[in-house]
T-cell receptor
Framework: KAGVTQTPRYLIKTRGQQVTLSCSPI?????VSWYQQTPGQGLQFLFE???????NKGNFPGRFSGRQFSNSRSEMNVSTLELGDSALYLC????????????FGPGTRLTVL | QKEVEQNSGPLSVPEGAIASLNCTYS??????FFWYRQYSGKSPELIMF????GDKEDGRFTAQLNKASQYVSLLIRDSQPSDSATYLC?????????????FGTGTKLQVIP
């Protein structure tokens, strides 16, 4: 079974730009969660999508948004990038039945200059 | 007070010893608890989950949960250098109708050959 894939793996943007990250979950999984990981804050939950609906969300500003398609693939968008958005963005796939039982993708390393 | 707290370490143990990793959480209503392992430069991977008070064993790993004291721990028996990684505790809490996954900042474990 193929694992979770994320594209792109690395991204360099400048302040004020926007970015879209993509995640393909494990086949059959309907839940996709997004996390931001930084050395100082650790792993922080952004939001979870299940069957194309945002089911849970963390405490991030509205510049961070996402969506999920009918094939369970998900995209995350960050608008008006700030220097502090530089981080590793991880996508996690789950069956949706047991929150917390997740399989992480390799991540997208975003650098904002 | 952080919602999920872990000692950042590093926790150094000699090869063959028992490593004990601890995690405390603030929400008494938390229902399920997960341990993830993250090697440097890699994504987190699920090791174990526990829902009920007591111990749960899986190979060299034992998860312990004490809901009254609001802590969960992970014991690694016969520690190996390959166990050297950061261990993340994740707690599922109910928050405003959502099931929120909150990670601790992780404990770095170093197993000395």
């Amino acid at each position: 079974k193929a694992g979770v894939t994320q594209t792109p793996r690395y991204l360099i943007k400048t302040r004020g730009q926007q970015v879209t990250l993509s995640c393909s979950p494990i086949s059959g999984h309907r839940s996709v969660s997004w996390y931001q990981q930084t050395p100082g804050q650790g792993l922080q939950f952004l939001f979870e999508y299940f069957s194309e609906t945002q089911r849970n969300k963390g405490n991030f500003p509205g510049r961070f948004s996402g969506r999920q398609f009918s094939n369970s693939r998900s995209e995350m968008n960050v608008s008006t990038l700030e220097l502090g958005d530089s981080a590793l963005y991880l996508c996690a796939s789950g069956s949706g039945l047991a929150a917390g039982e997740q399989f992480f993708g390799p991540g997208t390393r975003l650098t904002v200059l | 007070q952080k919602e999920v707290e872990q000692n950042s370490g590093p926790l150094s143990v000699p090869e063959g010893a028992i490593a004990s990793l601890n995690c405390t959480y603030s929400d008494r209503g938390s229902q399920s608890f997960f341990w993830y392992r993250q090697y440097s430069g890699k994504s987190p991977e699920l090791i174990m989950f526990i829902y009920s008070n007591g111990d749960k064993e899986d190979g060299r790993f034992t998860a312990q949960l004490n809901k009254a004291s609001q802590y969960v721990s992970l014991l690694i028996r016969d520690s190996q250098p390959s166990d050297s990684a950061t261990y993340l505790c994740a707690v599922i809490m109910n928050s405003g109708g959502y099931q929120k996954v909150t990670f601790g900042t992780g404990t770095k474990l170093q197993v000395i050959p």
